[in-house]
């Protein structure tokens, strides 16, 4: 899980604003509308991240709907710690 | 007749190309964050961009080298080469794909 969350988050060409979304989901869970707004990205780009990250394991939705709210997956609160010394490094 | 030092130029190009494309994903990555996770890609893709750039030096420009390979070199042997650098193409492709994802 470690060597992914590096990779996803860190060795890709969105990983960066994979960050910010995973970091914006720990403040509380939002739908990828809000996160569209809040981050000022494009819903599409916003909800290509939101598909990697799930299909990583690494946020969880709330249900299937267009509503669905987006919050960290239990497997990556195991792995909160790696999770932050990544966050740390784009302050 | 199949000009075997071409296709094995190009295949060469295309592995730099690839390379480029991941070089320029990871180096901005590694200039954002400077951790060693970031840098760890970055040099590897760097090198491996030498490797080929000194393939593509062999093959075109050393002024032995490159006439041997393009008049001494048996097709067979050619085809083992190829069989190599294409290889490398298809899996530096694979690594693109994900890392463009």
């Known amino acids: ?91 | 007749m199949v000009v075997w030092v071409d296709l094995a130029r190009v295949a060469v190009v295309v592995n730099m190309a690839l390379l480029a494309s991941l070089i320029f994903v990871w180096g901005r990555n590694y200039y954002r964050l400077r951790s060693k996770h970031t840098l760890g890609p970055l040099l590897f893709a760097v090198l491996l961009f030498g490797e080929n750039a000194l393939a593509l030096y062999f093959y075109l420009l050393d002024p032995l080298l490159s006439v041997w390979f393009s008049s001494q070199v048996p097709a067979p042997a050619w085809q083992g080469m190829i069989a190599l650098h294409v290889l490398e193409s298809v899996a530096l492709a694979v690594l693109a794909l994900v890392t463009w994802d």
Do not use: F
């Not at chain 1, 994979?18 to 000022?40: G, S, V, Y």
């Not at chain 1, 991240?49 to 709210?69: F, K, M, P, Q, T």
């Open chain 1, 1 to 91: 899980m470690e060597a992914v969350l590096w990779y996803v988050l860190t060795s890709t060409r969105g990983g960066e604003n994979r960050i910010r979304i995973l970091r914006t989901i720990d403040e509380r869970p939002r739908n990828a509308n809000k996160l569209a707004e809040k981050l000022d990205l494009d819903y599409k780009t916003v909800r290509h991240h939101l598909d990697v990250l799930a299909e990583n394991d690494i946020v969880a939705d709330s249900g299937d709907d267009y509503g669905a709210v987006y919050l960290p997956s239990d497997r990556v609160r195991n792995y909160w710690d790696t999770v932050e010394e990544i966050m740390e490094t784009v302050e």
